[in-house]
């Protein structure tokens, strides 16, 4: 194998014999001349594949397709039948909970045990047990065995230890929707660590949107063979197609778009916002993730709110959310920016924006804010994504007034430049939004529902 080679199936194969009864088993076991009493059933068959290091290989297909097994083979927990497998590097492995841990051990000790079977010295482990601990923050629970674990605990450690440990190669079969949203975004930002680092990555998922973020190549299997190789895009499309039905629009005309989603949102600049929520209804913000300069402004205020004036966090798709948030100012600010930007359990921002991106904001801003100064912003998004969990980070900056015509003519990395960010609230709150049936907003694919109508022409033949 080259050095940047670091996984190499060629033509393997994994098969099962299934016996009908036990006494058949009996009978090829004693028979003289070899007969076979079974029938063999291919979990795999010759399968190919290579993946270089730093790479991400997805791996998709409906359930018993040998998505799993495919794995086992690779992490050497089983063999194959025929065909042979090349690894170069060690191997981590998150493919069962509590694989590799002793019920009868702390957390602790189960570092040091799992460690040593991942291959990892002693002094190795030591370097990193701190780091291993703070990242699974499972608290007081670390020096308590783990057959007292819930099934959300054994993955946090278990991808702790992997992946702290830094694998040469990390196997993961759909673990990685274990654990609140807080958890699967740093579970996101590790792998991401670890790709730039050169760590190869193997992953296993139903989750087209995570197949599709990091994976450069992906398979998709059927029935134990590869039908597919290629780039995720077309493999996302090649699975669906394996799907027994797909839903369909079924109009013979164009679809107008009169849903709750055309909701139109007001844009206000002004000495004050009559809705301002009371006390009550205000979310604590005093959030460890909150970074940048507290002597210059500090988030003190922050409520969520849907159409009805209602102080939620569960909305539902193409329902308005209004973020309410309050600024205390300490030193002297020429123009006050601030932002709300939603971000989805793989740690992606879906949507952002600051208060200079709406057309009127240019026009009409506040400036030469005094220290002593209380600013209040409202923001009104239409919730038009995908449903699942979502964080949302606030943050304020400050931009010179000789830089305020330019800031939106220029392209985003540059416009970036133009704003001091003063405070950052990351992971500020969490919101959750389910499928809307009740309005027939109908589904779609990917993170966005973009307007959109469509026109079908059919010719018949003479």
Not at 424 to 441: C, F, H, K, T, V
């Amino acid at each position: 194998m080259s050095r940047n080679l670091v996984v190499k199936l060629e033509n393997v194969s994994k098969y099962y014999k299934l016996y009908s009864s036990p006494k058949d088993r009996l009978k090829e076991a004693l028979n003289p001349f070899g007969k076979k009493y079974h029938k063999e059933f291919y979990a795999l068959k010759d399968i190919s594949f290579e993946l270089n290091k730093g790479e991400c290989l997805g791996v998709i297909g409906k359930n018993g397709m040998g998505k799993s097994t495919l794995l086992k083979i690779i992490a050497h927990v089983i063999p194959p039948s025929s065909g042979k497998i090349s690894v170069n590097g060690n191997v981590s492995a998150l493919l069962e909970l509590g694989t590799g841990f002793n019920p009868e051990f702390s957390g602790r000790q189960n570092i040091y045990f799992y460690g040593t079977i991942l291959g990892f010295s002693k002094n190795q482990i030591e370097e990193k047990i701190e780091e291993i601990i703070r990242f699974a923050d499972i608290g007081e629970y670390i020096d308590q065995p783990v057959k007292t674990y819930s099934s959300g605990m054994f993955v946090r450690l278990a991808f702790s230890v992997q992946t702290s440990l830094e694998p040469d190669i990390l196997i993961v079969d759909e673990v990685l929707s274990v654990g609140d949203i807080f958890f699967q975004q740093k579970c996101h930002s590790r792998i991401e660590k670890l790709l730039s680092k050169g760590t190869s990555l193997i992953i296993v998922s139903h989750d087209m949107q995570l197949i599709e973020k990091y994976s450069n190549s992906t398979l998709v299997l059927s029935n134990g063979e590869l039908l597919y190789r290629g780039n995720p895009h077309s493999a996302i499309q090649k699975y669906y197609s394996l799907a027994d039905s797909n839903p369909t629009a079924s109009s013979d005309g164009v679809l107008e778009d009169n849903s709750i989603t055309n909701l139109p949102l007001v844009e206000k600049i002004s000495d004050k916002i009559d809705d301002w929520p009371s006390n009550e209804f205000l979310i604590d913000t005093n959030s460890p993730l909150v970074y940048g300069d507290k002597k210059i402004a500090q988030l003190t205020k922050l409520a969520v709110y849907n159409a009805k004036k209602e102080a939620v966090l569960n909305f539902k798709v193409g329902e308005k959310i209004i973020f309410f948030y309050e600024v205390n100012i300490y030193d002297d600010v020429d123009i006050p920016v601030g932002a709300v930007v939603l971000i989805n359990r793989l740690n992606i921002p879906i949507h952002g924006k600051d208060t200079l991106q709406y057309p009127t904001s240019i026009k009409n801003v506040f400036s030469n804010i005094k220290a002593g100064s209380i600013i209040r912003f409202k923001q009104e998004f239409i919730l038009d994504i995908s449903p699942g969990e979502y964080t949302f980070t606030i943050a304020f900056g400050n931009v010179k007034k000789e830089n305020l015509d330019e800031i939106n003519k220029v392209d985003f990395d540059t416009r970036d430049h133009f704003i001091k960010w003063i405070f950052r609230a990351a992971q500020a709150g969490r919101i959750l939004i389910s499928p809307n049936y009740e309005d027939i907003i109908l589904p779609f694919h990917g993170y966005v529902n973009l307007k959109s109508n469509y026109q079908m022409s059919i010719t018949n033949p003479n």
